[in-house]
């Protein structure tokens, strides 16, 4: 148990889709998050859909728009943990710990730069644990295509093992090797949808201490680490869509590009009383989920796609050549977010 008056960070990083979200709505389940402790989300583009997820279970959860949080967002991370220095004088509503999580493609490492030299966040906040969740079904494949996650394991103090559910033993063991051999101090755990005790991916008291060197932080000037092969486009759907026919069209898309299509992510308005929380990652689209009530006062769709070489205005064709049988207006909410 660490004896400071220093705030905790708790970084949580990892590949698109590799169940950061899925994990974080289950931690702050825990009676130790549900008070005092701020939630801090980084997505792409200008529409972020995690943050509507989580805020059902913490009302202090902020999303920082306009840009990955490790290229040209740090300002932005800076002025909020400054922010909530301000709120210390209250003691029921101080903020006593944080939680980032960051979007599946940040490098953590200007993140960690950007905490551990400013001198007014070095003085209030330390880093307390950075966790990287790892999808075991893809794991090998993400690390292949996404240097990101390379660097993630690099400077992860606990790797969480995702989707251990839905792999095969050998994907599981290979996997396992392959990140001990890129970080062979790291504590490597399993969660199944999030299932896992906070105090497991604490840190410890050596973590106070630590520096930058210490962690060994790579690439700190880049700017911006994004392959230009990378974009995004988002809808919004205003009337209820068929549910079926969005299947159809969705499958069909995946068939034909799954490789190139990284993400996709919808909160979707079927004509029942909550929406279908959607997630694909690259071929694989999870179980969706159904929420009772909408977590926001706005009812429309919202649909995220974040794709590899493919062009986002293919999608956008595609979509609205099936406009008719989805039964509702679509509109572009957002294309070619530089990411
Ligand atoms: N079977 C299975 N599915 C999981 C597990 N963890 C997460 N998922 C599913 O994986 C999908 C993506 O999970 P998210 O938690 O949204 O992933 P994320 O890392 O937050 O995604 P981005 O924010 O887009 O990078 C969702 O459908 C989850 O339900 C798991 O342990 N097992």
């Known amino acids: ?53 989580l805020k059902k279970a913490d009302e202090k959860t902020t999303l920082l728009k306009g840009g990955c949080i490790c290229c040209n967002n740090r300002e932005d991370l800076e002025n ?22 960051t979007t599946g493609m940040a490098d ?37 295509n996404n240097p990101e996650l390379i660097k993630q394991v690099i400077v992860a103090d606990k790797i969480v093992l995702t989707k251990t559910d839905i792999s095969t033993t050998t994907e599981k ?35 106070l201490s630590r520096t930058v060197a210490e962690k060994e932080i790579p690439d700190l000037e880049s700017k911006n680490h994004y392959s230009s092969t990378i974009q995004s486009i988002s809808f919004t759907f205003h009337n209820p869509l068929d549910w079926t026919a969005f299947g159809l069209w969705l499958s069909a898309l995946l068939h034909a590009n799954g490789e190139d299509i990284l993400r996709v992510k919808g909160l979707l308005d079927v004509g029942e009383e909550g929406p279908i929380v959607l997630n694909g990652v690259q071929h694989i689209i ?34 609205k050549a099936f406009q008719y049988f989805l039964g509702t207006n679509i509109d572009v909410l957002e294309l070619n977010a530089a990411l």
């Open 80 to 101: 909020e943990l400054k922010s909530f220095l301000s709120m210390d004088h209250n003691k029921e509503a101080a903020i006593n710990r944080i939680v980032i999580e």
């Open 108 to 144: 953590p490492a200007p993140i960690l730069f950007t905490i551990l030299t400013n001198p007014l966040l070095q003085h209030h906040y330390y880093i307390d644990s950075v966790v990287v969740t790892v999808d075991t079904k893809n794991g090998m494949l993400h690390m292949k």
């Open 286 to 319: 999870h179980p969706p989920e159904h929420l009772d009530t909408w977590p926001e006062e706005e009812h429309h769709s919202h649909l995220v796609f974040i794709l590899r070489t493919i062009q986002p205005s293919e999608i956008e064709r595609s979509l």
């Open 1 to 53: 148990m660490i004896k400071t008056n220093k705030k905790p960070i708790t970084i949580i990083t990892g590949c698109l889709g590799s169940g950061k979200t899925t994990l974080l709505r289950e931690l702050l389940k825990e009676p130790q998050l549900q008070n005092n402790t701020a939630v801090i989300v980084n997505e792409f583009g200008k529409v972020g859909l995690d943050h509507h997820l």
């Open 173 to 207: 063991e290979m996997l396992i090797q392959q990140l001990k051999r890129i970080n062979p101090s790291c504590e490597i755990l399993e969660a199944v949808h999030g299932n896992i005790d906070f105090d497991d991916l604490k840190g410890d008291y050596r973590q």
